[in-house]
Nanobody, 118 residues
């Protein structure tokens, strides 16, 4: 189970920090990331961090958002700076993980709303 938090309402140019923590028995985490879905749009990748330490960002957030992880605490963070109205969306965390009993699968958090006013 993934629990996300940190969303809210902020003015353009402001900052927010999202966090997402996994609970339960986890044998291995292959990737931890964030996606977002704006109204009437498809869900899109925002940022992802892989087990080896590499990261990947959507072009629209490069230089403004930073993903970080605390593997021991099974937590991923998304620091969002210089927010723009077009960043408004529901943000979902996603873990690619393996439990002790099965293969690597995708797990999703419940979503947290980020609203950026102009």
């Amino acid at each position: 189970q993934l629990q996300a938090s940190g969303g809210g309402l902020v003015q353009a140019g402001g900052s927010l920090r999202l966090s997402c923590t996994a609970s339960g028995s986890i044998a291995y985490i292959a990737a931890m990331g964030w996606y977002r879905q704006a109204p009437e749009k498809q869900r899109e990748l925002v940022a992802v961090g892989f087990g080896g330490g590499s990261t990947n960002y959507a072009d629209s957030v490069k230089g403004r958002f930073t993903i970080s992880r605390d593997i021991a605490k099974k937590t991923v963070f998304l620091q969002m700076n210089n927010l723009k109205p077009e960043d408004t969306a529901v943000y979902y965390c996603n873990f690619q993980l393996r439990t002790p009993w099965g293969p690597i699968e995708a797990h999703w958090g419940q979503g947290t709303q980020v609203t950026v006013s102009s």
